[in-house]
């Protein structure tokens, strides 16, 4: 093969790489939920435009309110776009009756307008529209000034359209690729698997590595899974709100139960594990509280908590057999024997704070255990023995 025919075989792998990975950029954005949610904001205030002009009555004056209506109707969640759009409508008519009062038992002016515009407020302060209280005072506003002497057919011509605009931006999002957001459940559950087994990992090795560790990460870490939890919270509850009312629920079933019933244990999991890593710092470097650790009760304790991250890491929620386990409940069990054994020998703060280390782990295999042993019988006395 001549020099040439290898560069136009290089040339040529090279451009096929460039073809598969713009082929597959291009199908991860076209379907990105934002996109498709941008999409499809465009087409409704389209749709709410062409049909604005054509309705009866004043409401033809104000075609430019009907796409403003698909616009706020347009949120992720069929739901959420439900609820926006009903507190929307709530806060017009609210802002329209406060107009109307001004007009009926007085006459807009400067007092009028500020009383009218400054109780809107107050009403959008309760929270009860959402997202959408701002526009209580903002309509009594409008009404008021932009309408004007003929507020009545403003009124009339603003709520109408808004609803067409709304009622559009529904339909669209409801009959073109209706949100479902649960493929994210499963990352964002992963993940929050996976940083829980990392910092067990961590301060699993701080146990039997260089003491004092030079690697102190995993003791700042706390807010980070404080921080996971709350995101992986969102998640279930946003893909819970993405089901209400989507057809395409009907085709891809998801027993979210379960996803909240995970989430609860890992969340109780996180609580020990932050409380496990307080306890080791203290024992590190006196802080939060001055503890100790005696070399001798280390490496049973980091064989347990790697035992317990590899029960997060393997953890299949669609798999039968859970095999590593047994292997932490085997591991707990050898370190519960071995402290009763040094019970006469060990230094009591330092048997202390084994032992605390021992309850946490208990606790978090508790608290996996109806979550990763389903069909196991509760064990009075603990995690199950197998």
Known sequence: MTRDQQVGGSRAATNIRRAKLTGAWLRVTATSPRLVQAVKAAVAVGIAWSIAPHLPGVADDYPYYAPLGALVSMYPTLMSSMRNSLQTLGGLTV????????????????????????????????????????????????????????????????????????????????????????????????????????????????????????????????????EVGRLVRAAVSYADDSRKGNPRALAHRRDLGADYDDLAALETVTFHVRDLTEVLAGAVWGTPIQLELRPELRPALSRTLHAVATVLESWDPDADEQPA??????????????????????????????????????????????????NAEPDPKGPPHR
Not at 100 to 105: E, P, Q, R, S, T
Not at 187 to 209: P, V, Y
Not at 337 to 355: F, K, Q
């Open 95 to 226: 802002g329209i009756l406060l107009a109307g009062a001004v007009i009926v038992f007085s006459e807009p002016n400067v007092i009028t307008l500020s009383l009218a515009v400054g109780i809107g407020a107050a009403i959008a302060a309760t929270g009860w529209f959402g997202a959408s209280r701002e526009y209580i005072p903002v309509t009594a506003l409008f009404v008021l000034i932009v309408g004007g002497p003929n507020a009545d057919g403003y009124s009339i011509g603003y709520l109408v359209q808004m609803s067409l605009g709304i009622v559009v931006g529904l339909a669209v999002n409801l009959l073109v690729f209706p949100p479902l957001a649960f493929e994210a459940v499963n990352h964002q559950l992963a993940q929050f698997r996976g940083t829980l087994a990392k910092q067990l990992s961590e301060i699993a090795d701080t146990l039997t590595h260089r003491w004092p560790p030079e690697r102190d990460g995993w003791a700042s870490r706390n807010q980070e899974l404080t």
């Open 325 to 374: 386990w047994a292997e932490a409940d085997a591991a707990l069990q050898d370190l519960m024997t071995e402290l009763d054994e040094r019970r006469a020998t060990a230094p009591l703060t330092s048997l202390a704070v084994a032992s605390t280390i021992a309850m946490g782990v208990t606790r978090i295999l508790a608290a996996l255990q109806r979550r990763v042993l389903p």
